[in-house]
């Protein structure tokens, strides 16, 4: 019994090493018979491009309903309906660990085929080190170039194919406004505020009207600075970076004495505990009258927990507005696979060449067209009310260098600024201070 | 002694030779991992150490750069302040909290016993996001309950206060909710250490006129020591690496009252992605961890 154990052990490692052997002898090919191979079957699939099964990555941040397995699901069945040969397996990212995620995946080895973000990822952070795939050859020429050069990175390639795009603006209660006779400091028709002068004397009639939390500078971590940084730059007329989104440029005196405003200011209030969604649902539950961190995907979010009237609204300027801009499309992480990364050019030409799916795909995010389409939202009650403030979409700068560590840079600042006396002096130290290290970031 | 002069027969030695293979095929699976995931992980993170590594790039060579920078970071030393506060306030907190419950739960009926065991263990298998979040809740600066009990209901706050948003206040709530999911595990270690005490000492010592007291000190917890420091050591470990209360509540602010060294390694790791100079404060993490283990081991032994 002993001898045939050993015997069929034997048996076994002999097989074994016959099998080592034989992909050894496999991967020890030359070079050119594996090039000539892959060659054969690329021709074939030019030829026939239904043959050669793919699978590929998709992972999707929360963008509108770019999350929702139901929504994804309908919109992913009808690209198997015209590519059945290309599996797609989606992944569902959230903005607290989505980062960490994506990362590790890159140093692992096992980066997605397609990511689902905005230029401040795919341009400047993975497609700065250059993980990305120049997606130049299937942008359509000539069309939404202002966009596409916000997805284009400082060599000239293309790292995103945008699919929507969306004006970040600030929203308020308007029945407790009308209650407290602050409409009269807004134009209800274009949604901007008279003056600057006008939005603090809204404000400090709201507060007078008995509501100690009018709007909140929340600055307990980095999610939805983006309305805190369009707060301030618009109040004090001044910049967060350099036209050619090379440098930080917001350690200036008038976003200093801006700052300085809102900090005295009754009803504007420093929370250091909370971050832009804690801020949305305090808007939300009554608690706040303001909301920094505004769009339409959040009144279509929270439509059921809504109990008033909510008046979307630019931030206050004494001149023309600029709204923080959001870009969402796809990229391709470069995996060194021709046949997945032609895959995933197939899925981003089919999600946003044709009118109809594009419409369905940009329907999904809740969010505004890159590029006109006939009739799309041709239902949606909210949209032309916001799309009211998409011209006032202002420059791009979260594609500068140093990008992770100026936002880290931000709250802290505002954190310090919290606890400081208020005043420009303070304030403008510590800006710049946060200043500085971001740009140090942005040299490395 | 007299084992070392035993002369082993030929079949004998193959004998023993087999189950020794046999045993080291058992234990293979479990090396592999351990090699795979603790020494090999542990042997990068101190490699890395010395280079500036960072997405995208090749590894640049710095020695001992990383190092100096970090002693020079002064984010890292509010960090290490912030982690040894947590370890000396949370550690003698939870096992005295722990040996103080244990004590008063052990000595009631069975059905009793158990009941106080799951309440008290009840945070540790929930979810720590979970739990976070109600914490989070309670101490909600507009509508947490905290502030409604001092403000409108006991009326000993005037305005109600920022727990988490107040660098006075938010590195003592971190603690606070750290001790509630730390004392778990050490009280059912406790309750059934004090169930294995020998009971014939004990009763032995009481015929002797030793009081309860004495009979405590004198007795149990003598018996009670390899459970003590096996509690001191976890639960030491367990505060340095607080990570996921500080990353769900505080981002370690306000103005970094609540940045811990786990917090700063994660934040320069995968936020910045300077995967060495992380690693860097991961070694030091590593070093002081193993300096006070080694203390505790050394001090309970002589105990």
């Known amino acids: 019994m002993k001898k045939i154990i050993a015997l069929l052990l034997a048996l076994v490692m002999v097989v074994g090493l016959c099998a080592c052997s034989v992909s050894k ?6 070079a050119e018979t594996k090039a000539a191979e892959t060659n054969a079957p690329a021709e074939t699939q030019a030829a026939a491009p239904e043959a050669a099964p793919v699978e590929i990555s998709l992972w999707t941040y929360p963008i509108g309903k770019w999350t929702d397995e139901a929504t994804v699901s ?163 007329g001044g910049t967060y970076a350099n036209a050619e989104h090379t440098e930080y440029t917001y350690a200036s005196q008038e976003n200093a004495e801006g700052l300085a405003r809102l900090y005295a200011q009754d009803g504007i209030n420093f929370d250091t505990a909370i971050v832009a969604s804690d801020e949305i649902q305090n808007f939300v539950n009554g608690t706040f009258q ?51 990364i032609e895959a995933a050019k197939t899925f981003i030409k089919f999600m946003t060449e044709d009118d109809a799916q594009y419409t369905k795909a940009v329907e999904a995010t809740t969010f505004a067209p890159v590029r006109d389409v006939d009739g799309i939202y041709a239902t949606n009650e909210l949209f032309p009310e916001y799309s009211l403030l998409s011209p006032l979409m202002g420059d791009y700068y979260q594609i500068t260098k140093g990008w992770t560590q100026a936002r880290t840079e931000w709250w802290n600042m505002l954190q310090r600024v919290d606890a400081s006396d208020g005043s420009v002096e303070a304030i403008l130290a510590e800006m710049t201070a946060a200043q500085d290290a971001a740009n140090a970031a942005a040299a490395e | 002694m007299a084992k070392n002069n035993v002369q082993y027969s ?62 020079q970071d002064e984010v890292f030393w509010i960090a290490l302040k912030n982690t040894m506060v947590i370890v000396l306030v949370s550690v003698p907190i939870t096992c005295i909290f722990s040996l103080w419950v244990a004590s008063a739960i052990s000595k009631m009926p069975v059905a009793a016993t158990s009941a106080f065991r799951c309440i008290f263990y009840l945070p540790v298998v929930t979810g720590s996001v979970a ?10 600066n507009y509508y947490g309950i905290f502030n409604y009990l001092g403000k409108d209901v006991l009326g000993i706050l005037d305005k109600p206060i920022n727990w988490l948003g107040d660098p006075k206040y938010a590195l003592g709530c971190i603690i606070l909710i750290l001790l509630t999911t730390s004392v778990g595990q050490p ?70 009252s609540t940045m811990t060294i786990m917090y700063y390694i994660y934040y320069n790791a995968f936020k910045l992605y300077k995967y060495g100079y992380g690693n860097a404060m991961g070694v030091i993490l590593a070093i002081i961890i193993a300096i006070l283990s080694a203390i505790q081991f050394k001090a309970g032994q002589e105990k």
């Open chain 1, 290 to 340: 303001m909301a920094f961190c505004w769009n339409i995907s959040q009144e279509v979010n929270n439509a059921d927990a809504l109990g008033f009237d909510v008046l979307p609204m630019a931030f206050p300027s004494d001149t023309t507005p600029s709204l923080q801009g959001g870009i969402w499309g796809f990229g391709v992480f470069n995996n060194g696979d021709a046949a997945k």
């Open chain 2, 187 to 256: 009280i059912v270690l406790y309750v059934s250490a004090l169930d294995n005490v020998d009971k014939s000492l004990v009763e032995a010592a009481e015929v002797d006129g030793a009081t309860p007291k004495q009979a405590f000190w004198k007795i149990k917890w003598p018996q009670m020591m390899p459970t003590t420091l096996y509690i001191l050591v976890i639960t030491t470990i367990n505060s340095f690496q607080c990570f996921a209360l500080i990353q769900l509540l505080t981002s370690g602010g306000p103005k970094n």
């Open chain 2, 131 to 140: 739990v976070t979040m109600v914490w989070k809740w309670m101490f909600n």
């Open chain 1, 74 to 236: 309908a919109l992913l069945a009808d690209f198997n309906a015209a590519y059945p040969n290309i599996t797609v397996k989606v992944e569902y990212l959230d903005y607290t660990n989505g980062d960490d995620k994506v990362n590790t995946a890159i140093e692992g080895g096992q980066a997605p085929d397609i990511v689902m973000e905005g230029p401040e990822r795919l341009i400047a952070n993975w497609g700065a080190k250059g993980l990305m795939v120049d997606l130049k050859d299937i942008v359509p020429a000539g069309t939404y170039d202002s966009i596409i050069s916000s997805c284009t990175s400082a060599n000239g390639e293309v790292y995103e194919m945008p699919v929507c795009m969306i004006a970040h603006c600030m929203a308020i209660n308007r029945d407790v406004f009308e209650a407290a006779g602050a409409l009269q400091y807004l134009n209800e028709e274009t949604h901007t505020w008279n003056s600057v002068d006008d939005f603090f004397k809204a404000v400090q009639a709201v507060y007078d009207a008995g509501y100690d939390y009018v709007g909140t500078i929340y600055c307990g971590g980095q999610g939805g600075d983006q309305g805190t940084r369009a707060l301030i730059t618009n109040v004090s």
């Open chain 2, 10 to 71: 030929k079949k004998q030695r193959r004998l023993v030779m087999q189950e020794n293979i046999a045993a080291y095929l058992f234990l293979l699976p479990f090396l592999v991992f351990f090699v795979g995931f603790v020494l090999y992980p542990m042997f990068m993170c101190i490699y890395t150490s010395f280079f500036d590594a960072t997405m995208g790039r090749e590894d640049i060579f710095v020695g001992f750069e990383n190092y100096k920078a970090l002693f």
């Open chain 1, 25 to 30: 002898t496999e991967e020890t090919k030359p």
